[in-house]
T-cell receptor
């Protein structure tokens, strides 16, 4: 079956620190990979995605590279801001099935 | 353009009672999805509508859950009778045919 494993939180960082949130996956077939973010009081929003190996998704200073050899899609940001405090979800979908498979989410808290 | 809206935002009920959650998708989005997150774990797929038809209901946990989308517009998810393990956050999402999923803020259900 399909599954996504991401690092447990919470992750607490100071402003301008470097962020990595690890995500690994198992999938039947060739998945597309996503990072979603949920800010306090809001719904999930698509942050970035990658659809094939070695693709790099990027948005708002966040990046993640689709690594097929290590089945990983780690989220990184060079300098976090307080406004990045949120819960981050790694997810995948496989061709022929529209449903997303999510990880358990990682809460990020950025302190000023 | 209005986003995906869900109602109620929070519902507290006794075990054995009935609760109905509602989702209004973005206008023109034929695809509608229900997901839930239990106890801070991963977000799990429940089902997928295309217009008024159930395309995939493989994630529905048992027959206490009933989802409808009469007329292909808004959808309801009824839990009857509710059990303690049904507590969690129920997310709705909608999309165009092959596009990005847009999520609502979620309906938090607490079963006492």
């Amino acid at each position: 079956g399909n599954s996504v494993t991401q690092m447990e939180g919470p992750v607490t960082l100071s402003e301008e620190a470097f962020l990595t949130i690890n995500c690994t996956y198992t999938a039947t077939g060739y998945p597309s990979l996503f990072w979603y973010v949920q800010y306090p009081g809001e719904g999930l929003q698509l942050l970035l995605k990658a659809t094939k190996a070695d693709d790099k998704g990027s948005n708002k200073g966040f990046e993640a590279t689709y690594r097929k050899e290590t089945t990983s899609f780690h989220l990184e940001k060079g300098s976090v801001q307080v406004s990045d405090s949120a819960v981050y979800f790694c997810a995948l979908s496989v061709a022929g099935r529209r449903a997303l498979t999510f990880g358990s989410g990682t809460r990020l808290q950025v302190q000023p | 353009e209005a986003g995906v809206t869900q109602f109620p935002s929070h519902s507290v009920i006794e075990k054995g009672q009935t609760v109905t959650l509602r989702c209004d998708p973005i206008s023109g989005h034929d695809n509608l999805y229900w997901y839930r997150r239990v106890m801070g774990k991963e977000i799990k797929f429940l089902l997928h509508f295309v217009k008024e038809s159930k395309q995939d209901e493989s994630g529905m946990p048992n027959n206490r859950f009933l989802a409808e989308r009469t007329g292909g517009t808004y959808s309801t998810l009824k839990v009857q009778p509710a059990e303690l393990e049904d507590s969690g956050v129920y997310f709705c999402a909608s999309s165009r045919h092959t596009g990005e999923l847009f999520f609502g803020e979620g309906s938090r259900l607490t079963v006492l």
